[in-house]
């Protein structure tokens, strides 16, 4: 049995069942046996394959939209680029590498990362050595005295969710306890006063106040100095979403409740409510965008043909990467880019 599953038996029977989202936080930040904690879960060794993994045109991609992005905020002197849950550090390096001859970008940024791993800060510190960067990991560190740009790719879905259960005309928050052999089971807690509306027998719906918080946090940012924030994930453009927790490991789906700390635990991420609460702070939010849409619009493809000119040995791995996170039965359609600014400034690349 699983240290951790010990760990979390000996938790619910001192506090009675917990809530799927402390249950998904000892999975994935245990200090000790965390998913994320202990290990560097990308590529195709790994248990998941992200963007920045499958090609570095995708950083470069990103690079681009975030120099225009400066450029429409008049070029200050002085701006924050954050990257939340940057992984490996792939995408800031392949981003940095591709705005390497945009006069007065690199002197005016200054790179922050924020990132609860420790196995992973220290594979970003190696793969960003010698660049300027400061390391975050919770929000209360980083000190916005300059317009900030936000980027993250799957960082929202790494989120712990909680979710809600409806029965007999009540939203009740769904729980995870133990039954008489020690396996985890859900049943249902307390009632709910919930904005979810109406709902049948047996619905969920899933929510996340640790999402909402951090998103709250860097719109109030966005609010007060100015930028503009690019979230990559999946989901779609509800308030809540339904039941869709899941567990991956080595690129298959799994039971949430096997191998705790050993699974990657991830959900759909309900961009209409974000974007929603960008909307509330006064902001701009662009409509959702279909990643494969908005790589395409920012002329990936053209990018992808210099590449190959330069490297021709390499044209085949240029074109599958090209084709994955584009084709729409692959990652184009999949992921969504919710992109959010300072209204007073032009539509930010991609989306105008
Ligand atoms: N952006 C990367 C990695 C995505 S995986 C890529 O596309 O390859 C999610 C990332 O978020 C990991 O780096 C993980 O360690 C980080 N993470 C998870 N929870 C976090 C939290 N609460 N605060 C900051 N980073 C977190």
Not at 38 to 63: C, K
Not at 119 to 132: F, H, R, T
Not at 279 to 294: I, N, T
């Amino acid at each position: 049995m699983s240290e951790l599953k010990t760990i979390l038996q000996n938790h619910i029977r001192t506090h009675g069942a917990m809530d799927v989202a402390s249950f998904m936080d000892f999975c994935l930040a245990h200090p000790i046996h965390g998913y994320y904690m202990t290990r560097d879960p990308f590529g195709r060794s790994g248990d998941f394959i992200t963007a920045p993994e499958v090609s570095q045109l995708f950083g470069e991609m990103i690079g681009v939209w975030c120099a225009d992005m400066w450029m429409k905020m008049n070029m200050p002197e002085r701006f924050h680029l954050l990257e939340c849950g940057p992984g490996r550090g792939t995408l800031m390096k392949d981003l940095w590498r591709a705005t390497q001859n945009i006069p007065g970008f690199h002197a005016a940024c200054h790179i922050h990362l924020l990132e609860t791993s420790p196995v992973l800060s220290s594979i970003q510190q190696e793969n960003l050595l010698g660049l300027s960067v400061t390391w975050h990991k919770n929000l209360e560190t980083f000190r916005a005295d300059a317009p900030v740009i936000i980027i993250g790719n799957e960082f929202f879905d790494a989120l712990p969710i909680q979710q809600a259960i409806f029965h007999a005309d009540q939203w009740y928050m769904r729980r995870i306890a133990c039954d008489a052999q020690g396996d985890f089971v859900f049943v249902r807690g307390e009632i709910l006063m919930s904005e979810f509306g109406d709902g049948h027998e047996g619905d969920i719906r899933e929510f996340s106040p640790i999402q909402d918080d951090i998103w709250q946090n860097f719109l109030s940012i966005l609010g007060r100095v100015g930028g503009g924030a690019l979230m990559i994930d999946y989901g779609g453009d509800v308030d809540f979403a339904n039941d869709t927790l899941q567990a991956v490991k080595a690129h298959q789906y799994k039971d949430i409740f096997d191998d705790l700390g050993n699974v990657d635990l991830t959900s759909h991420v309900a961009f209409g409510r974000l974007k929603k609460m960008a909307r509330l702070q006064g902001l701009k939010a662009m409509e959702l965008m279909p990643q494969g849409v908005f790589l395409q619009n920012l002329a990936i493809q053209k990018r992808a043909e210099i590449l190959i000119q330069k490297n021709p040995d390499h044209i085949k791995n240029i074109m599958s990467g090209l084709e994955r996170l584009i084709a729409p039965d692959q990652m184009g359609n999949l992921f969504q880019v919710l992109c959010v600014y300072d209204k007073n400034l032009q539509p930010p690349l991609g989306f105008s």
